[in-house]
């Protein structure tokens, strides 16, 4: 694929990108029952239906089940449980109740509202609610949670299952985990990720920002972002995509073998990246800061229409490769000796 290709193709997933937004603001704006697009957020049951209120604790024995939790509006913390059984404690009100279902494999937790779809948007913060759940270390299941307006904290976890944790505008805390691999998303949120052991990871935000830390295993690394800002750093990984349409890129203490950038308008900041290959492509946004290495390591190759580029001169070969590609934007790199 040629450098005129991968610009039009950008501006292409740009204007859809912005697209997405526009319509989500408009789902938001006609109260659009989300009901619809998953079963996670079954709300708007029976107005007329009475909900006892009171404090519910489920003691499970953990036999490597999957954990399903579906919740509207009610955050969940999730830690290791002190002995080999799944805790999960919750509060049933008369506007909003859960329902519990346990089958062989997995248990499932979903959020309910008892008044209309309609008023429960309204009055969401009316409902707000606590979830919490504690899990044996070395559980062999996997842990699924989507929110609709609902925080999420994950911490302490050793289990075999994999993580998928979405949520529309709750933020998402994961830290110091164990698990096989990694999936996060928002809409609004901020996503914060630190200290996992896994087999790979993938972060997605429209507006939130993304936040990657302390990570050592080298592992696969997707994070994208339509306007947030994506901050990895101590990161070590192995294949590495950052891409956004706004949103400002900034990469600290970051390695592997190759990291593809790719934005509009955003921004790359690096700070001593060391990676055998770096690829950006922009319209507008610029690439500055320090990599690893000597200039003579480095095989550059550039094109620009009309941004200043610092690296025009480079004439050196080398092992390592920088391809970076724009329209105005500009290109100025340092290299750490």
């Not at 399903?68 to 404690?89: G, K, Q, R, W, Y």
């Amino acid at each position: 694929m040629n450098k005129k290709t991968k610009t039009a193709l950008i501006v292409a997933l740009s204007l859809f990108g912005a697209g997405i937004i526009i319509c989500f603001c408009i789902l938001i704006s006609v109260h659009f029952d989300y009901s619809k697009l998953a079963d996670s957020f079954r709300v708007g049951v029976n107005s007329e239906e009475k909900v006892e209120a009171e404090h519910v604790d489920k003691d499970i024995e953990a036999n490597g089940q999957d954990l399903i939790f579906n919740l509207s509006s009610a955050d969940i913390t999730v830690t290791p449980s002190e002995d080999d059984m799944i805790h999960i404690s919750y509060d049933n009100t008369e506007d909003s109740y859960f329902e519990f279902d346990e089958k062989s494999g997995s248990i499932t937790l979903t959020q309910k509202g008892t008044r209309d779809f309609f008023l429960w948007t309204i009055n969401v913060q009316d409902t707000e609610g606590k979830v919490t759940v504690s899990i044996p270390v070395g559980h062999k299941g996997a842990l699924k949670i989507d929110g609709a307006s609902s925080d999420t904290s994950v911490t302490g976890l050793d289990v075999g299952g994999k993580f998928n944790i979405f949520s529309v505008s709750g933020e998402v805390f994961i830290q110091n985990c164990a698990c096989k691999t990694l999936e996060a998303g928002t809409t609004s949120g901020e996503i914060k990720l630190v200290s996992l052991n896994t087999g790979s990871i993938k972060a997605n935000t429209v507006s939130g920002g993304i936040e990657l830390s302390d990570i050592s295993k080298s592992i696969p690394v997707t994070l994208a972002s339509t306007s947030g800002e994506v901050y990895a750093e101590n990161v070590k990984t192995k294949d590495m995509g950052v891409h956004t349409v706004s949103g400002k890129m900034s990469l600290k203490n970051v390695s592997g073998q190759t990291v593809s950038l790719s934005s509009t308008s955003g921004s790359v900041l690096l700070d001593g990246a060391d990676f055998g290959e770096i690829d950006f492509d922009t319209v507008s946004g610029d690439i500055r800061g320090s990599v690893v290495g000597k200039a003579e390591d480095y095989s550059v190759f550039t094109d620009t229409v009309s941004g200043s580029n610092g690296l025009s001169s480079h004439k050196e070969r080398g092992e390592r490769t920088l391809d970076f590609s724009s329209v105005s934007g500009s290109f100025d790199i340092e290299f750490e000796n």
